[in-house]
């Protein structure tokens, strides 16, 4: 088209303008992104050591569940490899959950994930990213939420598998090996031996005060539970950033009521006389009547009596109590027979002794007469007769 100033440009159509902003839409992502400074998540720490917390007490199930399949073997063989049990275990869980690329039992119930976060801060920890890595979620609409970011890279994934399954069954076997040959205390033993031991109890006190560090750490920043995780970069984030916590308190208000009760009963059942308790119902209760053979010896009724002459009345009614039975319990064969004072009835020292220690006046049921002690701790050769003294 030709003008007063010469030929105008001929303006394209709107398919080619759809087709070149189509083109150009990935670059002006990217440049985006590289000028916006990442949004920081803020992952709740709570959550964070609730999963962990979770893992631990899931794998001691699955632990526990795994070591009856070897309940048949001998306990010395299932004890000998218990290690390796243990690493087989550790690695089936790995296997099938962050080396597949999911989460572990514990996270996914609190709706957390590994995020890869050597892609998003660069410099030299990048090189553990993967590009390939994928299990990011998808930006919701309405922009970004902080929780954006590729899983974790085959490098990240082996490296943290090799630490959590391999490095912790290598400690344990030779911690093992250690107390079991006592490389710390072999004073002609080999120096090796020696050197070893010292070197693993140095790295145990650094890994521990590392681990108290990075915890106060984390509870500052809510980032990196632990020093492997701080190490490789792998931090944990929301799966979903606008699901609702789901929060059901009534396993610990069980676990808070049982555990007061208890704490109640601990301390109120040693204060209680349980056999008073029994006699009171016994009381309430109308009483008993039992089949029992005549006393072949009367007690004296006199109110001078003594102990000399309940003693030969004792001994001539002898033959006649050494076979029956005891009156509390009903045994017949009694281990340590005693007679009371003054029915001359046969009782085991326990039931006769649990019964009258409830009171310090004790009324026998079986036949209603009065037993007097002096006492909580009286002498038993006043309150108590053996049989084998009643035949001297």
């Known amino acids: 088209m030709e003008g007063a100033g ?10 080619q303008w759809q087709v070149e902003w189509t083109r150009a839409l990935p670059e002006l992502d990217a440049l985006t992104r ?8 803020v992952i709740m720490r709570a959550s964070q050591l609730d999963a962990s917390r979770l893992d631990s007490e899931l794998t001691a199930m699955l632990k526990e569940q795994f070591m009856t399949a070897f309940s048949l073997f001998q306990q010395r063989v299932v004890s000998a490899f218990q290690p390796e049990l243990t690493l087989l275990l550790d690695f089936l ?11 572990t039992p514990g996270t996914a119930l609190m709706n957390l994930r590994y995020r890869n976060e050597a892609s998003l801060q660069g410099g030299k920890s990048a090189a553990l990213a993967d590009p390939t890595s994928a299990h990011a979620p998808m930006q919701q609409a309405g922009g970004r939420t902080g929780v954006e970011g590729p899983g974790l890279g085959r490098t990240q994934t082996l490296l943290y598998g090799m630490g959590m399954v391999l490095v912790r069954y290598i400690w344990t076997r030779a911690d093992l090996l250690a107390s079991k040959y006592q490389w710390g205390e072999q004073v002609d033993g080999p120096a090796w031996a020696a050197v070893l031991w010292k070197g693993m109890r140095w790295t145990e006190t650094a890994f521990k005060l590392g681990s108290l560090l990075n915890f106060f750490v984390f509870l500052q920043q809510g980032r990196y539970r632990s020093l492997l995780e701080r190490v490789l970069s792998i931090r944990l984030v929301y799966t979903r950033a606008s699901m609702a916590r789901a929060l059901s308190f009534e396993y610990l208000n069980r676990q808070l009521v049982w555990h007061e009760l208890s704490e109640l009963l601990l301390f109120a059942l040693p204060l209680l006389n349980i056999q008073a308790i029994k006699r009171l119902v016994s009381q309430c209760l109308p ?22 002459s309940e003693r030969s009345a004792s001994a001539q009614g002898l033959q006649a109590a050494s076979v029956q039975p005891c009156s509390f319990c009903n045994t017949a064969e009694v281990a340590l027979p005693y007679s009371a004072l003054p029915c001359q009835h046969r009782y085991c020292y326990f039931c006769l002794r649990s019964q009258t220690s409830a009171a310090d006046v004790h009324v026998f049921n079986v036949c209603g007469q009065l037993g007097i002690l002096l006492g909580r701790t ?3 050769n006043v309150v108590l007769q053996p049989l084998y003294e009643l035949q001297a």
């Open 6 to 15: 010469g030929f105008l440009p001929v303006t394209p159509p709107a398919e």
């Open 93 to 103: 869980i790995f296997r099938y959950s962050v080396w597949a690329g999911k989460p």
């Open 287 to 308: 009483p008993r009547t039992l089949s029992r053979r005549p006393a072949t010896v009367a007690a004296s009724d006199a109110p001078g009596a003594g102990v000399e």
């Open 378 to 380: 009286a002498s038993l």
């Open 34 to 41: 590289a000028r916006k400074k990442p949004l920081e998540a």
